[in-house]
C-alpha cells in the first residue's frame, strides 16, 4: 500500500504535463533563440568569425543550463 502512495505522488496528470511541456518550450526558447541575439546585437567591433563563436558558445552554455536545470526539477517531482 505504501508503494502506491509514492506511485500516485509521482504521478501527474494530462493538463498539468501539457501546461509543463507549453512552459518549458516558451522559456527554452525564450531563453535560447533570444538570449543568443540579445547577445549578438549588444556585442560590437568584432569580426563575424568572433561573433558566431561566442554566441554559439552561450547557447550551448544555456542549453546545458536549461537541461540541467530540467533534470533539477524531473528529480524533485516538478515535472
Not at 543568443?36 to 546585437?41: G, V
Amino acid at each position: 500500500m505504501a508503494d502506491d502512495d509514492v506511485q500516485d505522488r509521482s504521478r501527474i496528470g494530462w493538463l498539468r504535463a501539457i501546461l509543463t511541456a507549453a512552459a518549458i518550450v516558451v522559456i527554452a526558447i525564450g531563453v535560447l533563440v533570444y538570449g543568443s541575439n540579445a547577445l549578438l546585437t549588444k556585442v560590437h567591433r568584432l569580426k563575424r568569425g568572433a561573433l558566431v563563436g561566442i554566441v554559439t558558445t552561450a547557447f550551448f552554455i544555456l542549453l546545458f543550463a536549461l537541461a540541467w536545470a530540467l533534470r533539477v526539477l524531473q528529480r524533485r517531482n516538478v515535472i
